[in-house]
Every structure is written in C-alpha cells, then in structure tokens.
C-alpha cells in the first residue's frame, strides 16, 4: 500500500534535486522561486514591521498591516501580476504616508524594507511575467518619488530626492535583470524541448531501422526458401522425367502458388521497410476469388463454390470447374472486392491447417446492397494434429471488416464443423452531413 506522505517527499526530492532528466528545468526553476520569494517576503515582514514601528514613530497595528501588504505583492506576483502590482502600490504609498513624519536621518519617501520589497515585487514581475508588468511598477514607483514629497514633507526631508534616486535605479536594475534571466529561462526551456523533440525522433528513427533490420532478416530467411520451392516445382518435371499429367499440373501448382505468396510477400516487406513507392502488381478482386479456390482444389481438398449476383440464379461449380465472373466481381467496390478475397482466403487457409480432410463450402452472395460470404467446412475425417498458426488471421480479417462497416461472425456448426460469415456493404455510405 502506498502511503501518501512518502510520495510527496519523493516528489519534493524530484522537484529539488540536479536531475535534469526528471523534472523539467522551467518546473524546477518555479519551485524554487516559490521558495526564495517566500523566505524573502517573511523575512522582510519581520523586519519591516518593527523598524517601521520604532525607528518611523508608526502605530504597530498599522505598520503590521501596511508591511504585509507591501511584502505580500511580491507573493501575490508569482500568480497574479494585477494582484502584486496593485499590492505593492497600495502598501507602498501608505507606507510612505505613515512614515512621513519620521527624523531626517531616517530614509524616506522609502525605508529600506519598503524599497527592498518594491524591488522584489518589480523583479518578480520582471521573471515571471510580461515586461509591461515590471515597467508598470517601476514607472508608478518613479512617480510616488516625485509626488510622495512635493504633498507631504514641504522640504522637510532634504534627503528624499537621493532616496527617489535611489529606487528608481535600483528598481530598473532589478527590472532589466529579471528580463534577462526571463529571456535566459525561455532558452533553456526551448533547449529542453528540442532536446526531447531530439530524443523522440531518434526513437523513431531507431525504431525505423529496426523494421528495416527485420525486414531484411524476413526477405533473407523466407525469400530463399520460398525461390528454392518455386524453381524446384517449376524443374520437376525437366529434372524428374516420367511424370505423368496429374502429377506435372500439381507441381505447376505449387509453382504458382510459391510465386504468388513470394510476390505478396515483397509488397508487405516494402511497406515494413516504409517505403513511399505502392507496390504496382494488381490486387485482388471479388473475380479472382475463383482462381483461388482452383488452385486450394488442386492441394485434394473438396471445395464446393456458390456465387449469386443480383437478377442470376445462384451456380454451384463442381471440382475441377470453373466460372466466368469477372463481370460480376467487378460490379462491387475494389475494396470490398480485396476484403472477401482475403475473407475466402484465411477461411480455406484455417480449414486446411484445422480441418485436415474436411469438406469446404463456400458462398458468395450480392443482392445489390451487401456482398455475403459465407466458408464453411465439415468436421475432419482425420485426426491430424493441426498445423500451428500465428492465431492472427480472424483477428485481421475482422479489422478489414469492420474497417468497412461490416460484420464478423465465426464459431462451430451444430456438426461440428466450423464456418465463417462477413457481410460487407456493397454501396457508398451515406455522405456525412455538413
């Protein structure tokens, strides 16, 4: 269980100490300044307030108060500039007022600790916000100098004018100070952020090189052996004289087979590797799907295939037949098109790795609006142990699916069997309303 007094003091320890990549600078920097200006104002309360009392003849209960306004504009600066600024204008001058009558050997129209806490309140705003706030300050500073002993001491304090100058001075050092190390804090915080902008996009690139590295792994490990099957089938028959007719068309087969998955196999490394060129073989189409199912027939399998179009009567294409859809195939979408290809495509591939022997049905239906298809296999007449997968393909093909506001259902059938049914729409969706 965690305690909530530990996490802070782990949190102060994180916010205070050297470890730039913990907390950001600019965060610790506030943190800090808190502080400073905190112990700052505390400690110029407890000064103020007895010298003001004393040494200027002021009642306590008023230079309490007024010195606590006057230390607390520089508090009241860190969050709110019109809060300080008004703060320490308002304590300022009735500080000014109330000392008034003090001994000349006492600093005045400013005591020490009115002008040391003017200035922090000018160099607060100076850091923590916009330069218009610091001028402000300075500026209204400036003219109480002027006017605090033209209305007040008749010439009674002939050092006033060398107390004005004074503070105007010192308060416009602090002013242009705090402007520097505000202009140097933004530095560092845009450094910091390059820096981690910096660090995110060699993590990127790190992570490209990585893909490529696979990729590369990929092409070295699969490409060969899949061009040794593809020049082996495609020679049987030159290296292996005798064979007869059934036995030639099954290595063209896997031939075929080979080169095609060889070929798909090259596009998904180019989009690994992140290149900007598209693959330029064609993809395919609701009309190759026959072709597909052709050459998974020529592996021994028993496929029954059944299609029907809007205004044709559904056709069932026996073994070894085939059918003339291109017409058809072309009517729907490309894209859902290529998604039932990849439908019927998983579905033989699952049947065959699961359903060892098995009899595969299937079936595609476009009535014009939805495009059905439907693969569906008996239970294994052998008890083959299935050959493993990667458990990704239903995965992908509901993604592909859904993609295009279509369903997914797949399970067991009440003969044990298994079957898998998507449903696609075939029209454009309705326009998004503006």
């Known amino acids: 269980m965690d305690h909530p007094l530990p996490t802070r003091r782990r949190r102060l320890r994180s916010l ?3 470890d730039v990549s913990a907390v950001s600078i600019a965060r610790r920097e506030v943190v800090w300044l808190w502080s400073l200006v905190s112990i700052a104002a505390v400690t110029l309360v407890a000064v103020g307030w007895p010298v003001t ?10 230079a309490m108060a007024f010195t606590l306004v006057n230390c607390a504009a520089a508090i009241l600066a860190m969050r709110w500039p019109w809060a300080g600024l008004s703060a320490s204008i308002a304590g300022s001058a009735a500080l000014t007022v109330v000392t008034a ?4 050997e006492w600093p005045w129209p400013w005591p020490v600790t009115v002008l040391l806490a003017h200035c922090l309140t000018v160099f607060v705003l100076a850091l923590r916000h916009s330069w218009y706030w610091a001028s402000s300050l300075w500026l209204a500073g400036a003219m109480l100098t002027v006017l605090a002993p033209a209305a007040l001491s008749d010439g009674g304090h002939p050092a006033a004018f060398a107390n004005g100058v004074v503070l105007v001075s010192l308060s416009g050092g602090f002013a ?3 402007v520097l190390v505000r202009l140097w804090s933004l530095s560092v915080l845009r450094m910091e952020q390059a820096e981690r902008l910096s660090a995110t996009e060699t993590g990127r690139r790190r992570e490209l090189e990585e893909r490529n590295r696979i990729a ?9 052996s899949m061009s040794v099957i593809t020049v082996q089938a495609s020679t049987a028959r030159y290296r292996q004289p005798g064979l007869d007719e059934a036995v030639q068309r099954e290595f063209e087969e896997i ?7 060889l070929g798909e196999m090259r596009g998904l490394l180019g989009i690994l590797r992140g290149h900007d060129t598209a693959p330029t073989a064609p993809l395919p189409t609701l009309s190759d799907v026959t072709g597909l199912i052709e050459s998974t027939r020529a592996s021994g399998v028993a496929i029954t295939y059944r299609e029907a179009h809007p205004g044709d009567a559904a056709g069932d294409v026996g073994d070894g037949a085939g059918t003339e859809s291109a017409d058809e195939g072309d009517a729907v979408p490309e894209v859902v098109g290529l998604t039932a290809f ?3 495509q998983e579905a033989l591939s699952n049947a065959l790795r699961h359903a060892p022997g098995s009899a595969i049905t299937v079936t595609v239906t476009d009535d014009g609006h939805v495009l059905r298809v439907a693969v569906s296999n008996t239970p294994p007449d052998r008890d083959d142990e299935p050959t493993p997968g990667a458990r990704l393909g239903l995965a992908g093909i509901r993604e592909r699916v859904t993609a295009l506001g279509g369903t997914v259902s797949a399970g067991p059938t009440l003969d044990g069997g298994f079957q898998l049914t998507a449903i696609l729409p075939v029209e454009d969706p309705d326009p998004i309303p503006a």
């Open 216 to 224: 590369r792994e990929l092409h070295d490990v699969v490409a060969h």
């Open 53 to 62: 009392a004393s040494g200027y003849g002021t009642h306590p209960a008023a």
């Open 342 to 344: 990849r439908v019927v």
């Open 255 to 261: 031939a075929a087979s080979s080169r095609r998955a």
């Open 176 to 178: 242009l100070f705090g």
């Open 16 to 18: 205070t100490r050297l």
């Open 101 to 104: 009558g003090a001994a000349p």
